[in-house]
Structures are given as structure tokens and as C-alpha cells.
């Protein structure tokens, strides 16, 4: 099993072992494999995916569930819900914002559930009404810096449906678009969005 984390465009796995989905990543010269559990091995391995010349990490120990805990104690963690919603015409919903195509999620409010905030968000970000969820996807992790605080968000996502067509992006969160895609258009957008969008796509595209 493993965790995927991403610094940037750079993934870092989290792994009790290294299957045939990590092996590609072992034998590359701009991989950072790790396989000692300490406080300071997990420093060093945040340390170097800030490097440039480094592209992908593995930080392997046999306890997945204890190497997470020493790791997310480095960060201050934040809860984020999102949904990838369908219409009948079974076209996906992507927002641009900031120079990207992105799914609509935002952070955690007091006394929510996960799958209710996935839902405040869609509604608030895109326009629609009457959006139900699914079920749960799959959960992202990625870091950034934040008033000098380096974050860890925890994002997870919720396949959704929608009978509604009109689409009104919240410009007060910077979307300045939301559409409707189709196969060949989620596609194209998945060239400009972000590693881990394109992982929840692929991810809801394998289990259909």
C-alpha cells in the first residue's frame, strides 16, 4: 500500500512496500528513496522534494499507519471536500481558476461532515442547486506554504450527479469559467490542471 503525496507536480509515496505501480520510480536518477524511519529521515525526505533536481520520492517503512503519523506531524493539516459531478449527458463539471482546470472542493467548516462540505462547495463554486452525491472517490494529498506555515491538505472527493445544466462560477474564489465536458474535453482539460485532479478523473475512470 502506499500514500501519494504531492509537492507541486512531484509525487512522493508514503509506502509499506514498492509494487509494480512504484517500481518505474525506483531505478530513476531524480528518485529520492528513503528506507529508514526516523524523525530525521522523514525531514530529510521533505527537505530534498523541495530540491529541483529531484522529480519523485519513496519513504518506505513496514508500517504504513506509523510513518503517516510521524510525517503529518511535520505539517499543519487541512480537511478539503470536493465533488466530480456528472450531468445526464454524462459530461464531466471543471472550473478554471488561476491559470487552471480544476473540480470544485474547499476546506472543512466547523461541524461538517466531509461529504457535506463536498456539497456546500459544489453548490457555492459552480451555481447548481440540485446536486446528490454518490459515494466517496478517493482522497489527494498535496503541500504548499501558507504564512509561513507548511500545509498538508488532505482533499477528498465525491462522485456526484446533477439534473441541472447552468453553470455560474464564483468569481469571488477567482473561477472565471465552469463547464460541462465531454470525454474528448475532460481530456484536454486534464493537459492543464493538476496531478492530483487528473489522478481522482482516472481513478473514477477505472472503477466504471
Not at 28 to 53: G, N, P, R, Y
Not at 96 to 109: I, N, V, Y
Not at 114 to 137: I, N, P
Amino acid at each position: 500500500m502506499y500514500i501519494k503525496i504531492y509537492f507541486n507536480d512531484k509525487p512522493l509515496f508514503l509506502c509499506d512496500s514498492i509494487d509494480a505501480e512504484l517500481e518505474p520510480y525506483r531505478h530513476h536518477d531524480d528518485t529520492m528513496l528513503i528506507d529508514e524511519f526516523s524523525s530525521h529521515a522523514v525531514k530529510s525526505m521533505i527537505h530534498e522534494m523541495e530540491q529541483q533536481k529531484i522529480h519523485a520520492g519513496i519513504l518506505l517503512h513496514t508500517d504504513l499507519a506509523a510513518l503517516k503519523k510521524a510525517f503529518w506531524k511535520k505539517f499543519t493539516v487541512m480537511q478539503a471536500a470536493g465533488g466530480l459531478v456528472f450531468n445526464p449527458r454524462q459530461e464531466a463539471l471543471f472550473i478554471f481558476r488561476r491559470g487552471k482546470w480544476d473540480l470544485p472542493k474547499g476546506r472543512l467548516d466547523p461541524g461538517e461532515t466531509l461529504e457535506v462540505c463536498a456539497l456546500r462547495e459544489v453548490r457555492e463554486e459552480t451555481g447548481l442547486k440540485k446536486v446528490h452525491s454518490e459515494g466517496f472517490l478517493i482522497s489527494t494529498w498535496h503541500t504548499y506554504h501558507e504564512s509561513g506555515k507548511f500545509i498538508l491538505k488532505e482533499s477528498h472527493w465525491y462522485h456526484m450527479k446533477t439534473g441541472e445544466s447552468a453553470l455560474v462560477p464564483q468569481k469571488e474564489e477567482d473561477i472565471t469559467q465552469a463547464i460541462w465536458a465531454d470525454e474528448q474535453k475532460t481530456n484536454e482539460c486534464m493537459k492543464n490542471s493538476f496531478p492530483s485532479i487528473v489522478d481522482v478523473v482516472s481513478h473514477y475512470r477505472r472503477g466504471v
